[in-house]
């Protein structure tokens, strides 16, 4: 039982949950990203390059049987999954750069001032 203890007492610690909830959030917001890229960023792309849409862009290694499936090396794909990651790397990035941004500011701030010390006051 003491196993289950220390590890009920490690998964409960502040870190362990903001780690899970940020995984989460973060699975939520890069299935938004991938929407943005595949659905609003690559049509244009592709439009300006000819009408090409890059999810179908694939070289084939071995041509399709009757029986077999042919064998593509889809670089296409490649293409839109790099996207999606640069534009989370850049979203992450600007996220650290204004939490670094406002860590400056709490530890630029300069602390209050003392309270003024009590004056003695001579009898007239």
Known sequence: MKILDEFKAFAMKGN??????GIIIGAAFGKIVSSVVS??????????LGGVNFTDLKLVMKAATDTVPAVTWN??????VTFDFLIVAFAV????KAIN??????????PPPPPPAPTKTKPF
């Open 16 to 21: 362990v949950v903001d780690m899970a909830v």
């Open 93 to 96: 990035f600007l996220l650290i």
């Open 75 to 80: 670089y296409g794909n490649f293409i839109q």
């Open 39 to 48: 659905d609003i960023i690559m049509p244009p792309i592709g439009l300006l």
């Open 101 to 110: 941004a406002a860590k400056k500011k709490e530890a630029a701030a300069p």
